[in-house]
T-cell receptor, first 114, second 113 residues
Framework: GAVVSQHPSWVICKSGTSVKIECRSL??????MFWYRQFPKQSLMLMAT?????????EQGVEKDKFLINHASLTLSTLTVTSAHPEDSSFYIC??????????FGEGSRLTVL | GQQLNQSPQSMFIQEGEDVSMNCTSS?????WLWYKQDPGEGPVLLIA?????ELTSNGRLTAQFGITRKDSFLNISASIPSDVGIYFC?????????????FGKGTLLTVNP
């Protein structure tokens, strides 16, 4: 199946710093990618839809200035958590759709903010 | 608003037993997807259902798209230890909705060897 890769797989940062997470579609082009957040023992919650060449669409309650999304190419979307705080610690997962086909998910990136 | 209920929340079974889990919704969907998530990993697509009443198998897994389009079930036959993980249903509405998915709360499956 299609491959979606995330980097880094885990990151630890100090409170107040910014962290960038990359999501790449390795063997297909994706005009749309999705970013999810998952807290321990909970389901995946959609944060935003990343659109290549245009602004991301954020779900209700997600701060766009805190979670900056850039989809600069057909194979790369980045999520930057700005001024991270401990409550931002979570598992962040991206997904992309291979056309035709369904959504494929990355391996996830675990963020721990100290 | 839309409600999506997945049950059971968790299951503890013996190796070799069959497993059944389901999702029900207050809304109608055009697609039902089932994913499995291993600890510390992203979800992996197991089965995709596109037509009401559709019954699809993938090895020991079988899933059905309910006739009312508001529900779906996933069965796992002859479970093995590697079936351990969290199983999510993820339906999608009309018009593709940019392929946005809503995830159920998940079913945590534990298989005792």
């Amino acid at each position: 199946g299609a491959v979606v890769s995330q980097h880094p797989s885990w990151v630890i940062c100090k409170s107040g710093t910014s962290v960038k997470i990359e999501c790449r579609s390795l063997d297909f082009q994706a005009t749309t990618m999705f970013w999810y957040r998952q807290f321990p023992k909970q389901s995946l919650m959609l944060m935003a839809t990343s659109n290549e060449g245009s602004k991301a669409t954020y779900e209700q309650g997600v701060e766009k200035d805190k979670f900056l999304i850039n989809h600069a190419s057909l194979t790369l979307s980045t999520l930057t958590v700005t001024s991270a705080h401990p409550e931002d610690s979570s598992f962040y997962i991206c997904s992309a759709r291979a056309t035709p086909g369904e959504l494929f998910f990355g391996e996830g990136s675990r963020l721990t903010v100290l | 608003g839309q409600q999506l209920n997945q049950s059971p929340q968790s299951m503890f079974i013996q190796e070799g037993e069959d497993v059944s889990m389901n999702c029900t919704s207050s809304s109608i969907f055009n697609t039902w997807l089932w994913y499995k998530q291993d600890p510390g990993e992203g979800p992996v697509l197991l089965i995709a259902l596109y037509k009401a009443g559709e019954l699809t198998s993938n090895g020991r897994l079988t899933a059905q798209f309910g006739i009312t389009r508001k529900d779906s079930f996933l069965n796992i036959s002859a479970s093995i230890p590697s079936d351990v993980g969290i199983y999510f249903c993820a339906p999608r509405g009309r018009g593709g909705s940019n392929y946005k998915l809503t995830f159920g709360k998940g079913t945590l499956l534990t298989v005792n060897p």
